[in-house]
C-alpha cells in the first residue's frame, strides 16, 4: 500500500510565523502536491512538483513556498502565516506525471492561525 | 476556465433508497474524470475514474459528453456510504476538484 505521511496532525500558529508542513511518500512516486480543503471550497491546488528540485504553481500559490530536494519528501513553507491561512492541508503523490494518474492522500495538517 | 461543479453541498437519502450525486465540468477536450471519497476520520481516496468503467461499492458513474457531466450513482443506498464525495477533472497534468458533496444515509 501507498503510504503518504505528514509530519503534524495539528499545528497552531501565531500570525506572522514561518510554518513548515512536511510530506514524506514511500512509494518512489514522482508527483507530489499540495492542496488546500476548506468547506465549500473542496480542494483547490497550492503547489505541486513532478521531479526532484522541480516545482510548478498551482491555482493559489500567494504566500505559500514549497521545496523538494528528494523524491520521497515535498515540503510546504507558509514565510509569514496570516489568520486566512487556516485551514485544513492535504499533501497527495501520484505514480507518474500526468493528471489521470491516481493521487494518494497523506491524513492532513489542520492548521490554525491565530 | 476549467471548472467541475458539484451543485449540492448536502445529499441526505434513507437507507435503500438510490444516490445520485451530480458532477458538471467545464472543458472542451475530452477530460479523465474521477470521484475521490473520503468517510469520516480517513483519508481521501479514489473511488472510482471514468477510464475504467468499473462499479466500485456498488457505485457507478457515467460520461455524458452533450451534458458535460459524470454523475455518481448507486442503486440502494447502505448507511456506510456516508462520507464527503469529490468529483475531480485531469487537466494539464493535475486534477481539478469540486467544492464536493456531503453525503448522509439515514437509517
Known amino acids: 500500500d501507498v503510504k503518504v505521511t505528514q509530519s503534524s496532525r495539528y499545528l497552531v500558529k501565531r500570525t506572522g510565523e514561518k510554518v513548515f508542513l512536511e510530506c514524506v511518500q514511500d512509494m518512489d512516486h514522482e508527483n507530489m502536491f499540495w492542496y488546500r480543503q476548506d468547506p465549500g471550497l473542496g480542494l483547490r491546488l497550492i503547489y505541486f512538483?513532478?521531479?526532484?528540485?522541480?516545482?510548478e504553481k498551482g491555482d493559489i500559490p500567494e504566500g505559500y513556498s514549497v521545496s523538494r530536494e528528494k523524491k520521497e519528501r515535498f515540503s510546504l513553507i507558509l514565510e509569514s502565516a496570516s489568520t486566512n491561512q487556516t485551514s485544513m492541508y492535504l499533501c497527495a503523490s501520484s505514480r507518474d506525471r500526468g493528471g489521470q494518474e491516481t493521487q494518494y492522500f497523506g491524513p492532513g495538517t489542520r492548521l490554525l492561525v491565530l | 476556465a476549467q471548472r467541475v461543479t458539484q451543485p449540492e453541498k448536502l445529499l441526505s437519502v434513507f437507507k435503500g433508497a438510490p444516490v445520485e450525486l451530480k458532477c458538471n465540468y467545464s472543458y472542451s477536450g475530452s477530460p479523465e474524470l474521477f470521484w475521490y471519497v473520503q468517510y469520516s476520520r480517513q483519508r481521501l481516496q479514489l473511488l472510482l475514474r471514468?477510464?475504467s468503467r468499473e462499479s466500485i461499492k456498488g457505485f457507478t458513474a457515467d460520461l455524458n459528453k452533450g451534458e458535460t457531466s459524470f454523475h455518481l450513482k448507486k442503486p440502494f443506498a447502505q448507511e456506510e456510504d456516508s462520507a464527503m464525495y469529490y468529483c475531480?477533472?485531469?487537466?494539464?497534468?493535475?486534477?481539478?476538484f469540486g467544492a464536493g458533496t456531503i453525503l448522509r444515509v439515514k437509517s
Open positions: 471514468h477510464i
Open positions: 512538483s513532478y521531479d526532484v528540485k522541480m516545482k
Open positions: 475531480a477533472m485531469e487537466y494539464g497534468n493535475k486534477l481539478v
